[in-house]
């Protein structure tokens, strides 16, 4: 008996690089749709969030595509949610560009600021350290090379003194001058900081890990 591909809607909301990740996902044998369709996003087995450019600029496109209410309602009912790159970061409680401060959805405490390094953008390959027991990154070796493009990125994590007694999420961390999150595992939701859909065979692994929960 053949077991039925995943189901997987890319959210297009104007931000991100939705072919890039359509194709990724497909090569690891996902049925995907490119789409901002409510139903079709509510009624997948999983929901990529993609993203690039400014904080502000995706949140405003997220609210108007009604993506916020998609990321919600889908996660209040167990749904898997992942967020990429921007994807990821306005999953925050908030974003500080050019010294303007832009409410992110709050699934996570924590503030998107400028990376602290001798170079910014932190563009290319850079390793990672997963988290102790994560399944994002099963069967990836810790010399694994991730492709990153950012000048921002959450520095701190205080998930567990805003939550306390709440069993805290799987928290991943990279290196540009001074640690960064690279990657969150929280439940149905997770999200990473660098491109998994432009780091080849490891990025192919971690989408193959995330679509093996679905």
Not at 60 to 82: C, D, F, I, N, Y
């Amino acid at each position: 008996m053949t077991v039925p591909a995943k189901r997987v809607v890319v959210f297009d909301y104007g931000f991100g690089n939705v072919r890039s990740a359509e194709r990724a996902l497909a090569r690891v044998g996902a049925d995907v749709e490119i789409t901002r369709d409510y139903d079709l996003a509510m009624n997948a087995d999983g929901l990529l969030v993609p993203g690039v450019g400014a904080f502000a600029a995706c949140m405003k496109g997220l609210t108007q595509a009604r993506g916020h209410w998609v990321v919600e309602r889908r996660l209040s009912g167990g749904r898997p949610v992942m967020g990429i790159c921007v994807g990821m970061q306005i999953l925050f409680a908030r974003g500080i560009e050019h010294g303007v401060e832009t409410d992110g959805l709050d699934e996570w405490p924590g503030t998107v600021e400028p990376l602290r390094a001798p170079v910014v953008p932190h563009m290319g390959w850079n390793t990672v350290k997963a988290a102790h027991g994560s399944y994002l990154f099963a069967g990836l070796d810790d010399d694994a090379r991730y492709y990153f493009v950012h000048s921002y990125a959450v520095r701190s994590w205080d998930f567990e003194a805003a939550n306390p007694g709440i069993q805290p999420p799987k928290v991943s961390w990279a290196t540009h001058g001074e640690p960064f999150v690279a990657a969150v595992e929280n439940g149905p939701l997770w999200a990473t900081q660098f491109h998994p859909e432009k780091s080849g065979d490891a990025g192919a692994q971690l989408l193959t890990n995330w679509l093996d929960t679905l």
